[in-house]
């Protein structure tokens, strides 16, 4: 057998640091065979800074890579999302280069993994590829209840799509609601029965006027409603956010990601807590670079941290990120100066983001048996990340 070895000032494992002077040996092919001392192993490659398993990517939108500079920094949410409706779409052609090129660049920085937002086939071709393991979460979205039937339907023969032909299992696959703002109560249900649905992702809370539509019926929506040709006039305010009424809609053995939870309060984690004591598996996914570019805030990542709840990273898409790249996620919020150790920033990106896309038995850490991807982290320690610090992949 042809051996692989790995040390660095710093070995995380997924779980934690490893001891000082660990080696990291796998097979040819990545998969982990054990970690031991430096003393047995003199001749291990030496890589100044930090090696970790490959990065989980748990949110992206990989076809609108082609809108990358397309849309102004810090527009507002509802500014931003007609944006994306009203922005002229480019040929097949351009989409799927675009999407080739993100993609060459998740996998240059470390990227092993990913969960991704899916609306067409635009990348069906390019994952078929195998280049990346990817969980495609077909989106479906719809405020009306007498089309909730017909945007079902399409759903479904999206999943179908990827589902045909797809180089990943079926299992793979999903149907999600875009945002609770975005389907009404009959699509949600048709959502979350639909055979075999066990993993569904959510963009959550992204900003105040989710929670005030909710809680009172009110706010900046409505004129979002007003430009798709939705009358919202009539609706009533829940009087509880979109997180609890979304928590209503799932089965106890299914698993969902929160995605962004910016405006994600102490009460609606209360509320995933009980969740998550009832049998639903709950995951709150961070995409910071894009939260400062769509609205200029960041999320209180020290509140979600301390809620116990899996929390994961994703860098969402090119229409509101500079890059796709989990370390520059990891700055952001390490240069936030919120005392957030670096081995905790680092299961996030990995091992937790592998639990959430349900693939940890294969991936997220150098346990034994496990195939993670090796990634190397210049001038990245115990202690600190450098804002010149880059993540490249050995494996």
């Known amino acids: 057998m042809i051996y692989r070895k790995f040390r660095a000032d710093a070995l995380f494992t997924g779980m934690g640091f490893a001891d000082k002077d660990s080696v990291l040996i796998t097979d040819s092919s990545g998969v982990v065979l054990a970690i031991e001392s430096r003393e047995a192993h003199p001749d291990a490659a030496y890589y100044p800074g930090t090696i970790c398993p490959g990065f989980i990517n748990t949110h992206c939108h990989l076809e609108l890579s082609w809108m990358h500079g397309l849309i102004p920094e810090r527009s507002g949410m509802i500014d931003f999302l007609l944006a994306v409706m009203k922005t002229p779409k480019v040929a097949a052609e351009d989409i799927l280069r675009a999407a080739k090129a993100a993609e060459q660049e998740m996998l240059q920085h470390g990227i092993i993994a990913v969960g991704d937002i899916c609306n067409t086939t635009a990348t ?134 929160f995605v962004h939870n910016v405006e994600t309060g102490e009460a609606d984690l209360a509320e995933i807590r009980a969740a998550v004591s009832n049998g639903i598996r709950c995951s709150l996914c961070l995409c910071p670079n894009a939260n400062l570019y769509i609205n200029g805030k960041l999320p209180d990542i020290r509140m979600l941290e301390n809620s116990g709840i899996n929390i994961t990273m994703g860098t969402d898409s090119l229409a509101s990120n500079n890059q796709l790249d989990i370390l520059e996620e990891l700055k952001t919020i390490y240069n936030a100066g919120l005392g957030i150790g670096i081995d905790v920033l680092l299961r996030w990106a990995t091992l937790n983001g592998a639990l959430a896309l349900e693939i940890d038995d294969e991936t997220g850490s150098f346990s034994p048996g496990k195939q993670p991807g090796i990634v190397w982290l210049k001038q990245v320690n115990e202690k600190e990340i450098g804002n010149d610090a880059v993540a490249l992949r050995l494996l």
């Open 124 to 257: 069906h071709s390019l994952k078929n590829e195998g280049n990346l393991y990817y969980h495609n979460f077909i989106e479906a979205m719809g405020i009306d209840p007498n089309i909730a039937a017909r945007r079902m339907k399409a759903a479904a023969d999206l999943f179908n799509a990827f589902a045909t032909g797809n180089a990943m299992p079926l299992s793979s696959n999903s149907i999600v609601p875009h945002a609770p703002y975005s389907v009404s109560d009959s699509l949600l249900k048709m959502i979350t029965g639909f055979p075999g649905n066990h993993l569904v992702s959510v963009h959550n809370q992204e900003h105040t006027t989710e929670n005030e539509l909710f809680l009172q019926g009110t706010g900046d929506f409505h004129r979002l409603y007003k430009a798709i040709g939705f009358k919202s006039d009539d609706m009533v305010a829940r009087g509880f956010s979109g997180v609890q009424h979304l928590l209503a809609f799932l089965y106890k053995n299914q698993s969902i990601i």
